[in-house]
């Protein structure tokens, strides 16, 4: 993860959508610039997985995306989570700025403190219901809840170990089989 110099006050929005397209995942946090490489495959591997089984389980009324696409709960901020889950109604023309269902984050060395504390404290203070968190190298998913307030684990599995999850959808993760390669 690497912070971007600023001089002249904190970066917004406006400032992210004038940066070029090349190929770096740029992110804003309370108005500081978070630049992230591409992922691994491992990373998109995990991510394409899990996009298919929540794809197939998720109920009308809500929707799955991949990044990016923008989650803007304010103009100092702008995270791309890995999956994402919305209700319809919360889908605008460029973006997302409602309360998600729940956001996914594949951990990686470049991302991992971003994902454990930056981004799981925004998305807690923003209402993001639930928020899951994988591991690809040690297989795991910490699934956690909002609750008063504050997250609440719900399950950790690590392995082979399934996941049996009724929020925010009834659904079934095994960690150990988002990393395999598909058949």
Known sequence: MTVMPRTGGEWTVDDLDRLPDDGLQYELLDGLLLVTP??????????GNLYLLLRAACPPGYEVFLAPLDWRPDLRTSLQPDLLVVRNEDVGPANVTAPLVLAVEVLSPSTRRKDLVLKR??????????YWIIDPVEPSLLALDLDDDRYVTSIEVRGTD??????????????????????
């Open 38 to 47: 591409a992922p691994v495959p491992v990373h998109q591997r995990v991510i």
């Open 121 to 130: 404290s925004k998305y807690e203070e923003c209402g993001v219901s639930h």
């Open 162 to 183: 399934r996941a049996d999850l009724d929020r925010p959808f009834p659904i079934t993760v095994v960690p150990g089989d988002l990393v395999r390669p598909a058949p």
